[in-house]
């Protein structure tokens, strides 16, 4: 959570203060890239979380919130998977206060 509210404050801060319209397009991009694939994250991981406290009252109750468990993990996965790019691809990129 303290990294989405890190990605949420410097995404802020880089459009406000941003020189020239290209530097800032381009980072601005990239921080609201990072932050929505960190938010899915973050949401998909507390959904499994509740889902895993729900009562399992039949096999096939237990048998349905599993596959639907799975299948959030999946894409919990998939979003973080995207957030490393997205990071890596920034971390890489020039300084959006130095251009």
Known sequence: MLTLLAISLVSAVAREWLPGPFGALRSSTALTELQNALGRANDL???????????????????????????????????????????????????FWRE
């Not at 039949?58 to 998939?78: T, Y």
């Open 45 to 95: 991981h507390i959904g499994i979380h509740l889902l895993n406290s729900l009562p399992r009252k039949s096999i096939a109750l237990s048998f349905d919130l599993g596959r639907l468990e799975g299948a959030m993990q999946v894409e919990a996965a998939r979003h973080t998977q995207i957030s490393a790019t997205i990071w890596r691809r920034l971390a890489e990129s020039r300084r």
